[in-house]
């Protein structure tokens, strides 16, 4: 038997991968499940659950049936994932025709074919792609790294950070992390999807359609860039696909929520109803308050939001959705800012939201290195936390830890995250399925909003409304290692809270509780 270029040759080695895959689906079939134990989200036993879950009596799990499950459902053994993979790798090892092939994991670089949609400078704007043949799932995940609003700032933006505005030193491929990852113990509900990652190269959040001119310095075509490779896509199963998630982070999942219903509304355009279009937003539910000291507007980390989305949009000539535009004629800027757009939103959006978003008190000039803040900065830090719970309160769907960080979907330790004992992929999982039990059909464009449409109850121990109700950042046990900006060391969480002015005996007085109690809650984790 040879083995070139991925394709096995002779009718013997043919026959020899059918009886490998057939051992390989009769023993993840009856030998796993039996062992398996169901935790509540997270990586399986990870570091920080193992002893929470030895106390824990196994859950019976619910397996996703329908058009869009794929081959192999890892939920029934997340539990005890570490111990599971052993076992498939090495019974993979044992089949000869199974691991005589290594297989690219990597996703492959492939440049727009319409050359007039570009980056920034005109350089092609491109995708990165790794199919999976067979999965009628399709994952989109727009990148993120804040943008630019006028020429100072970009032809700064340019010099500094070029590879956000032109695709010429772009790598021929990319690794996929967090919900981009191929690999089932890191990734347990989206690992065996057809994963497309688009690099931001537009500086627009996602929402440009100008291209460069004689009389223009840079184009702005994000919206265009995503038309264009939803139209390649197309070509390449897409057009057969049932789940379409176009997820992202930072200005990348505000693009979502700029872009998730004209997507949907392109496919339905050209005959593809089939294909439910659904959103993830990741980090980029970004609020118009106040900053904490008022400063001119000189670039894009100390200018207001508000100020800055309003001189943005046109210098980029960014398209907002249709339905928030009519609900907000001649100031459009308020469709950049999640609570605002999310509510005119026709398809269903998934939001993930840091309570005490890094990003967020940048932009509203709070610094957390040097001194430790003082007394208002500490009260500005917990307000920002008290708005973001409010404007979050009616999302059906999301998943906001209190934590001080940005960004999750693509981190490596994203199973570990957990709110109220639910990891981030548990919940999406739950989404899922409240989506796929639903009858409605996403593209079907009648004026109404898919996150209202959808109203069928979670199943029973699959929660997909998450948000922390403890009031400082870092006060869920599970939120990621604090380290000290200017050293690098890590920092225990009390060492954390003093850095930020926490006052154990007011904040103590104010819970109500004696400080000897709220200091051992801190050193638990609780």
Known sequence: MQIRGGVVKGSAGLSAVRSCLLLFLIHMMNGAPGEA????GGRAQSRRAQQQQQQQHPVNSERVEGAESFPLDFTAVEGNMNNFMVQIKNLAQSLYPCSAQKLDQDMKLHFLKNAS????????????????????????FLEGGWYCFNRQTCDSRYETMRRLMSSTKWPQTRTGTGILSPQPEDNPHWWNSNMVLIPYCSSDVWTGATAKTNDSDYAFMGSLIIK???????????????????????????????NVDSVAEQLVSQGHRGVQVRGLADS??????????HTECLDTISCAPTEAVKRGIRYWGGLVPESCRQAHVGEEWNCFFGYKVFPTLKRPVFVVQWLFDEAQLTV?????????????????IQNLGQELRSTLADVPAMFAPACLSHELITRTDWLDI???GTSLPRALHCWDRSLQDDNNNNNNINGSHGHQKHKTPPARGCPMHLMDSCPWP????????????????????????KHLG?????????????????????????
């Open 502 to 526: 926490f006052d154990v005996q007011k904040m103590a007085q104010q819970q109500g509780m004696d400080p000897r109690t709220l200091l051992g809650m801190l050193n638990n984790g609780n």
């Open 284 to 293: 980029g539910w970004f609020l118009d308050n106040k900053q904490y000291k």
């Open 474 to 497: 870092h006060c869920n046990p599970t939120c990621p290692t604090i380290r000290d900006q200017l050293t690098g060391q890590e920092m225990s969480v009390i060492q954390f809270l």
């Open 418 to 420: 957990q709110v109220k």
């Open 117 to 140: 949609v570009t980056c920034n400078d005109g350089s092609p704007a491109g995708y990165y792609i790794k199919e999976s043949k067979g999965s009628k799932r399709w994952l989109l």
């Open 364 to 380: 509203n000039n709070i610094h957390l290195t040097g001194h430790p803040v003082n007394e208002g900065q500490w009260r500005y």
């Open 228 to 258: 264009e490779v939803v139209n390649e896509l197309l070509t390449k199963g897409l057009a057969s696909a049932r789940v379409l998630l176009l997820a992202g982070g930072s200005a990348g999942a505000t693009g979502v929520l700029m």
């Open 37 to 40: 134990k169901r935790a509540y």
